[in-house]
């Protein structure tokens, strides 16, 4: 596709249940990455993928927290038993590959409410 | 402490105005200095990056690199309405620098509102 697209936009839960927010990044580009953003916070580092591997997990807040990618391309973040401070922005970027980490390239994040 | 710090502002600036923003880091690994732009509600957009020390400039945006005070900036000249934003600085240690699998990792800071007034 032209740009990294997320899906959904916005999504709004209760508390204690799961959700899946899904990235679709650049078409060819390798690595992809997860970013949270909290009102009036800078992005939070999550994880990163090169193909379908994940080296850097360290972002991660919880186990409840979990991310996969496969075939290369879409990955799907999953929060399981969302709680209230997992309300956020959850941005995606992705770029040609993570030796190119430094120009990356942001879709427009998914708004994640948790009542 | 945070690796970067950056001041949220609010920044408020006429039209015409030069701005400037800054950042600074504690890691002496960084060695990627990154600005990124952010409208409302949009996904951070890619300004400019620096790598190392030094200056880099874009039309009317100017980036500066100070390793030895661990301080970068962000200028812009003859600022418009239409750059009204959240600036955010982003930086990372790179494949040569970064410890183990880490080099795939950008750190921002909190980001700077900017407003340019008519």
């Known amino acids: 596709g032209a740009g990294v697209s997320q899906s959904p936009s916005n999504k709004v839960t209760e508390k204690g249940k799961d959700v899946e927010l899904r990235c679709d990044p650049i078409?060819?580009?390798?690595?992809l990455y997860w970013y949270r953003q909290s009102l009036g916070q800078g992005l939070e580092f999550l994880i990163y993928f090169q193909g379908n591997s994940a080296p850097d997990k360290s972002g991660l807040p919880s186990d409840r927290f979990s991310a996969e990618r496969t075939g290369g391309s879409v990955s799907t973040l999953t929060i399981q038993r969302t709680q209230q401070e997992d309300s956020a922005v959850y941005l995606c970027a992705s770029s040609l590959d993570v030796t190119r980490a430094n120009i990356q390239y942001f879709g427009a994040g998914t708004r994640l409410s948790v009542l | 402490q945070k690796e970067v710090e950056q001041d949220p502002g609010p920044l408020s600036v006429p039209e015409g105005a030069i701005v400037s923003l800054n950042c600074t880091y504690s890691?002496?690994?960084?060695?990627?200095f990154m600005w990124y732009r952010q409208y409302s509600r949009k996904g951070p957009e890619l300004l400019m990056y620096?790598?190392?020390?030094g200056n880099k400039e874009d039309g009317r945006f100017t980036a500066q690199v100070d390793k030895s005070s661990k301080y970068i900036s962000l200028f812009i000249r003859d600022s418009q309405p239409s750059d009204s934003a959240t600036y955010l600085c982003?930086?990372?240690?790179?494949?040569?620098?970064?410890?183990?699998?880490?080099?795939?990792?950008?750190?921002f800071g909190q980001g700077t509102i900017l407003t340019v007034h008519p």
């Open positions: 620096t790598y190392s020390s």
């Open positions: 078409s060819g580009h390798t690595a």
């Open positions: 890691n002496s690994a960084f060695q990627y």
């Open positions: 982003a930086m990372s240690a790179g494949l040569a620098n970064a410890g183990g699998t880490s080099y795939g990792k950008l750190t």
